[in-house]
């Protein structure tokens, strides 16, 4: 199965930068995922990285390293509404399924 | 448009009973994916269907099962429940299955 990990828990002022971590063991690699979900709400994708670099859109970035079975999501200039469970999720195998972490949950304060 | 759409929203159920959950994909998606999300963890993958078909199955038991109607319309139905099945059981659909997923907002099951 996959192995992925992220922190639990971030706190940050509003206004600030995130960085959220997530590290994976796979095989089979075919793409990671970050979503985001608002409590009691489905989740939302964010971005998709199936080659190494920086994906960049908008306020969020997202960055790939394959051969390190990482990758972050970074969040600019937070806003009280960026406050949300964000979700790594590994696609792999070429198996139509997504095996997703924990979930980190980002408070931004004012 | 409308994105993912799940029913019910929220469901009580006795230990024991039966459930059928139902979901409608966008319009054009062949692929619906159904996940389970238990509070404060990721969501699990059940099951996955395209075309009618199953893709692939996650890590639960036979109490579980799901179908694809041809209008690619789903069901996912849980046999026997437990206390343990509470949880927030999410959809997703996509064109092909391989990316892009969109979820429903799902359907919140409570077995008491």
């Known amino acids: 199965g996959q192995n992925i990990d992220q922190p639990t828990e971030m706190t940050a002022t509003e206004g600030a930068i995130v960085q959220i971590n997530c590290t994976y063991q796979?095989?089979?690699?075919?793409?990671l995922f970050w979503y985001q979900q608002h409590a009691g709400e489905a989740p939302t994708f964010l971005s998709y990285?199936?080659?190494?670099g920086l994906e960049e859109k908008g306020r969020f970035s997202s960055f790939l390293s394959r051969s390190k079975g990482y990758s972050y999501l970074l969040l600019k200039e937070l806003q009280m509404k960026d406050s949300a469970s964000y979700l790594c999720a590994v696609n792999s195998n070429g198996r139509d399924k997504l095996s997703f972490g924990a979930g980190t949950t980002v408070t931004v304060r004012a | 448009d409308a994105g993912v759409t799940q029913s019910p929203t929220h469901l009580i159920k006795t230990r024991g009973q039966h459930v059928t959950l139902r979901c409608s994909p966008i319009s054009g998606h062949k692929s619906v994916s159904w996940y389970q999300q238990v509070l404060g963890q990721g969501p699990q993958f059940i099951f996955q269907y395209y075309e009618k078909e199953e893709r692939g199955r996650g890590n639960f038991p036979d109490r579980f099962s799901a179908r694809q109607f041809p209008n690619y319309s789903s069901e996912l139905n849980v046999n026997a429940l437990l206390l343990g099945d509470s949880a927030l059981y999410l959809c997703?659909?996509?064109?092909?299955?391989?990316?892009?997923?969109?979820f429903g907002s799902g359907t919140r099951l409570t077995v008491v």
């Open positions: 796979t095989s089979g690699f075919n793409g």
């Open positions: 997703a659909s996509s064109p092909t299955g391989l990316q892009g997923y969109t």
């Open positions: 990285n199936v080659l190494d």
